[in-house]
């Protein structure tokens, strides 16, 4: 399903972490999604700040997630 939605037409927004890409690493699954926006939760994860992450990624959003 990854390739399928990589070739869709549309914004592509991943939400925490990218399907296929490793939070702690930034790497690649062979599939791997490729998100114009990703909007991660509670704090940026490791991985997700690493240049190999960032054709996956695309833009990155914090969600803080704060109690109110």
Same mark, same amino acid.
Request: aromatic share 6%; proline share 6%; net charge neutral.
């Given at each position: ?7 869709? +037409?549309?914004? &592509?927004?991943?939400? #925490? $972490? ?6 702690? @690493?930034? %790497?690649?699954? &062979? #599939? +791997? !999604?490729?998100?114009?926006? @990703? ?5 940026? &994860? @490791?991985?997700?700040?690493? =240049?190999?992450?960032? =054709?996956? $990624?695309? &833009?990155? !959003?914090?969600? =803080?997630?704060?109690? %109110?």
């Amino acid at each position: 399903w990854i390739v399928q939605m990589n070739g869709a +037409c549309g914004a &592509k927004i991943a939400c #925490d $972490t990218p399907s296929g890409l490793s939070a702690q @690493t930034g %790497r690649s699954a &062979k #599939d +791997c !999604f490729h998100a114009d926006v @990703t909007i991660t939760m509670l704090a940026v &994860k @490791t991985g997700l700040a690493t =240049p190999e992450a960032a =054709p996956y $990624t695309g &833009k990155l !959003f914090l969600a =803080p997630l704060e109690e %109110r």
